[in-house]
């Protein structure tokens, strides 16, 4: 679809797009897409996307939530597509800042007006919601395919599969590179060289970051978070299955929990694997979350 098809298609779904900036917390130039339905705004959702996912790959479920009368922020990370330095070699930052600083920025910001606001989180966006200082601002947040990251967790194909990609592959790249060039793999957006070695550090290990001990004051932020968490695991979603879902979510310890196993066949897929929760054809599911956030503000 060409962009003037797609804002053709835009217009004929009363929705407006527009391009927006906004600060960090640390002050870092953040770039997000607002997506709004011209009629009533009845709340705000603040996306927050997987590790090296650019934000327009989330665009047809910002799409589709206005339809029901919410506005989405969709934005990249530092580091990341319309976020990113005009070059990585070199770019410095930790793989926390994300949620500590991005994330915290992006419902600043949604949080000037006195809609209420929910998140959706993916992979690490579920994780992020920890990370941040303002938690108390997300009236409740539906995440997916959020885990620990353990290849311990996954079937054993993909076990050996993802070995071999932090072990031989990934290493010599990022070598040349001063980064990880991703997108040479298909895989997403290009990340930071920082990102990277946090990642596969944290990766080893079965409680993901919370065994780092240079990071123990993990423990006591997500201990802080109360917001009500609804965590979705697809049993076809190798790398966060339902263990390696629990295994990090367990220290939102005092968040109310709701742990939710879906199959494909249950929203009429043939598949939904790690990717497949914002792929066209998930409506249904997209459906149970709109329903979920109508009934909290109801």
Same mark, same amino acid.
Request: aromatic letters at 18%.
């Given at each position: 679809m060409s962009m003037q098809q797609q804002k053709a298609f835009l217009q004929e779904q009363n929705v407006r797009v527009e391009t927006v900036h906004f600060k960090a917390l640390d002050g870092y130039a953040l770039t997000g897409m607002l997506y709004r339905p011209t009629s009533e705004i009845k709340a705000s959702i603040v996306l927050s996307?997987?590790?090296?996912?650019?934000?327009a790959f989330y665009r047809r479920f910002a799409e589709y939530a206005t339809q029901s009368g919410y506005q989405v922020l969709t934005f990249d @990370?530092?580091?990341v597509a319309l976020s990113a330095p005009e070059r990585l070699k070199g770019f410095q930052m930790s793989y926390l800042d994300w949620g500590k600083y991005d994330l915290s920025g992006a419902i600043e910001y949604l949080s000037q007006s006195e809609l209420p606001v929910y998140m959706v989180g993916h992979s690490y966006g579920g994780q992020? #919601?920890? #990370?941040?200082?303002?938690h108390d601002k997300v009236k409740a947040m539906y995440c997916f395919g959020t885990g620990a990251g353990w290849h311990g967790y996954m079937p054993f194909k993909e076990k050996i599969k993802v070995q071999v990609i932090w072990n031989l592959i990934f290493p010599p790249m990022v070598a040349v590179k001063g980064y990880l060039p991703w997108s040479m793999l298909n895989m997403g957006s290009d #990340?930071?060289?920082?990102? @990277?070695?946090? &990642?596969?550090? &944290?990766?080893?290990?079965?409680? @993901?970051?919370?065994?780092?001990?240079?990071q123990a004051e993990l423990h006591h932020l997500y201990e802080q978070v109360k917001t009500p968490i609804y965590a979705v695991s697809s049993l076809d979603d190798d790398w966060a299955l339902p263990s390696s879902r629990y295994a990090f979510m367990q220290h939102y310890k005092n968040a109310p929990m709701k742990f939710i196993n879906i199959s494909a066949d249950d929203f009429g897929l043939k598949q939904i694997g790690h990717m497949g929760y914002f792929r066209k054809g998930a409506e249904p599911l997209w459906d149970t979350i709109l329903n979920t956030f109508d009934e909290i503000s109801a």
């Open positions: 996307c997987a590790t090296g996912v650019p934000q @990370y530092r580091g992020a #919601l920890g #990370l941040t200082s303002n #990340l930071p060289k920082d990102v @990277y070695k946090e &990642w596969r550090r &944290w990766c080893k290990n079965p409680t @993901y970051f919370f065994a780092d001990p240079a």
